[in-house]
């Protein structure tokens, strides 16, 4: 598949024992189940996803899959003591995750069973790596795991398997696809503002990471969604490019999404590595949150409708616009939404009052964190959760923005949309006035210009 040249080429450029992007899970053993059937389990999971049979070399500068039929897949099994359980699984789920694959020769599925003295099953310790599934592809692999540890539970027949997804991107049709969407690639790439493509200046210093946990966010998320019918994650990116626009002083903002094209029946279930890149252009305009939150969506739809092409061939285009504008263009900003954030259905409860979103500001948690990713982006927001609060993760060069302070604002910037429905200008007005009261400007830099020559909303 398309996508899986992209994680190759990634995978490749990281040193030995580097970060690995191996995405790591747990799934609870059932009372009554035995080891036996906790292994049948593994089993039968491993055979229902080509994706996690499969092994990968190269041949030509290109990946090359080959599903096996047969094979060993080793799995450990630790006895525990009471009490030691969170223990032993966080140990596991670290070494997992730190651990590359060989994929030339090694399955790239890892499982573990926790038991207790007794020989019990407490808990299943799954990881994969990301060649193999993406974030999506692993929640249904650990829901397939869920179900086969329950007895009497049947799966649905698979969905469509990553070869069968190939086959598919060479006919007529998907390269039709890819045609259109290269060409808006082509357009965005010749037209964006530099500020989205541009490198740094050398030396600008290394990237900051910061998370964020906030109920207030997931509650302000909801009373928007239930007004515009947007996706919490939709609304997010959104005014992320909002934001972005006014500490950049842009009136065009170009961020790069990671969009999984799961648009069809088949590929809703498809395990496999199924991330693209997506190019999101939203203009700011002098009109309300709400209408800006409209062009955003439809601007969205554009992004996802306009991603499925092959990445080296987008890089490609990324090399011709660095040749025909002068300017080095691995200075993007990317935004990466979990499968849980496309949620649209509102929800039955009582909605949020205005006055309980205000009173859960105090609970929001933001936490510098180590990161040692060369993502390839000098701004990379991680959309990790929107159920009761938002998880939020933010790297960025230190030069470009402060994450800490960026990850605030956009909370803000949320609350302030929905309350008073302002435009961009009051925004940066607002935005402006909250820093000189907060005393950030004594701070890390950020390049805020609230409304300036560049912002004039045309």
């Keep these: 598949m398309r996508a899986q040249t992209m994680f190759w080429n990634w995978l490749q450029t990281r040193p030995p024992m580097s970060d690995t992007l191996n995405l790591v899970g747990t799934c609870e053993a059932p009372a009554n189940c035995g080891l036996s059937e906790v292994l049948d389990a593994i089993r039968a999971l491993v055979e229902r996803h080509d994706a996690l049979r499969t092994h990968f070399f190269e ?25 030691e359980a969170d223990t032993v699984v966080d140990r596991i789920k670290r070494a997992f995750e730190a651990q590359p694959f060989d994929m030339t020769g090694q399955l790239p599925v890892r499982a573990a069973v926790v038991t207790d003295q007794d020989g019990t099953p407490l808990t299943v310790v799954l990881a994969a790596s990301h060649m193999a599934v993406d974030g999506w592809s692993f929640q249904i692999v650990s829901d397939d795991l869920t179900a086969l540890l329950e007895p009497g539970r049947t799966l649905p027949p698979r969905a469509q398997q990553p070869l069968e997804r190939a086959a598919y991107e060479a006919t007529a049709g998907a390269l039709r696809r890819e045609e259109r969407a290269l060409r808006h690639w082509t357009r965005s790439l010749r037209e964006l503002p530099r500020t989205w493509l541009e490198d740094l200046p050398p030396g600008a210093g290394e990237p900051l990471c910061a998370d964020m946990t906030s109920p207030a966010l997931a509650a302000a998320l909801s009373l928007l969604r239930s007004r515009t019918r947007m996706s919490s994650a939709m609304i997010l990116q959104a005014a992320t490019a909002l934001l972005l626009g006014l500490y950049r002083d842009e009136n065009e903002v170009g961020v790069q999404l990671q969009v999984a094209p799961r648009f069809r029946p088949e590929t809703r279930e498809l395990v496999g590595a199924f991330n693209l890149p997506g190019m999101f252009r939203v203009r700011l305009r002098d009109e309300p949150f709400s209408i800006f939150l409209a062009h955003a969506a439809a601007a969205s739809m554009k992004a996802y409708a306009n991603c499925e092409c092959d990445p080296q061939k987008v890089a490609a285009l990324y090399v011709r616009a660095k040749t025909e504008r002068g300017i080095t263009t691995t200075g993007r900003c990317m935004v990466n939404a979990l499968a849980s954030g496309f949620e649209t259905d509102v929800s039955a409860d009582p909605p949020h009052s205005l006055d309980s979103i205000e009173k859960a500001l105090s609970q929001t948690r933001v936490t510098d964190r180590s ?88």
């Design 59 to 83: 041949e030509d500068g290109l990946p090359v899959q080959e599903v096996v039929r047969s094979g060993e897949l080793r799995i450990a099994v630790h006895t525990i003591r009471p009490g």
């Design 371 to 458: 990161l040692d990713l060369a993502l390839g982006a000098k701004f990379y927001l991680y959309i990790l959760d929107v159920s009761d609060e938002v998880l939020l993760r933010l790297s960025a060069d230190r030069k470009f923005l402060p994450p800490r302070q960026f990850l605030l604002d956009l909370e803000w910037l949320v609350l302030e949309g929905l309350k008073s429905d302002a435009g961009p200008a009051d925004l940066a007005t607002a935005l402006a006035a909250r820093r000189q009261r907060s005393g950030s400007a004594s701070c890390d830099p950020v390049p805020l210009q609230a409304p300036s020559n560049r912002l004039d909303l045309a």
